[in-house]
């Protein structure tokens, strides 16, 4: 992957510290300004009582894709309100993708819808997030 600006801030400044991202195994496919594209695999810890994912795990997959990319222009973002609707259950050994997509973005809001599939391109979850853009850079 190119070491773009997007990509620096992303992996960098960002994945480097976030232990959570680390913890639930997310790699980084691709990053550009409004955009990522994240993957990772549930584990047998990330199921609940009834042996799917907890709903918490697309959740987060979510939730860092959308840091990512909303981030990526290099100012700093941090999520302001969000929402998911879970569409398919999930098991352990499923890898799911997340792909971040910037719809709107103006100086101080932004706003991202987040699809997760699985591997055969089922969506499973939809994930609608709004950031405020500080005025603080990242590099």
Do not use: P
Not at 58 to 69: G, H, K, V
Not at 75 to 94: F, P, R
Not at 96 to 109: D, G, L, Q, W, Y
Not at 122 to 133: D, E, I, P
């Amino acid at each position: 992957m190119e070491k773009t600006k997007a990509f620096r801030v992303a992996k960098e400044k960002m994945y480097d510290n976030d232990a959570f991202s680390q913890w639930l195994g997310i790699e980084i496919e691709e990053i550009r300004d409004g955009f990522c594209r994240l993957k990772m695999k549930i584990r047998e810890e990330m199921t609940n009582g009834f042996k799917i994912a907890h709903g918490g795990i697309t959740y987060s997959l979510a939730d860092s894709a959308l840091a990512f990319a909303s981030n990526s222009h290099g100012k700093m973002a941090v999520s302001i309100e969000t929402s998911i609707s879970h569409l398919v259950q999930l098991k352990s050994g499923d890898e799911i993708f997340a792909t971040a997509t910037e719809v709107s973005c103006s100086n101080k809001i932004g706003l991202y819808n987040v699809e997760v599939k699985n591997a055969d391109e089922k969506l499973v979850a939809l994930f609608k997030g709004t950031v405020y853009r500080t005025s603080k850079d990242w590099l």
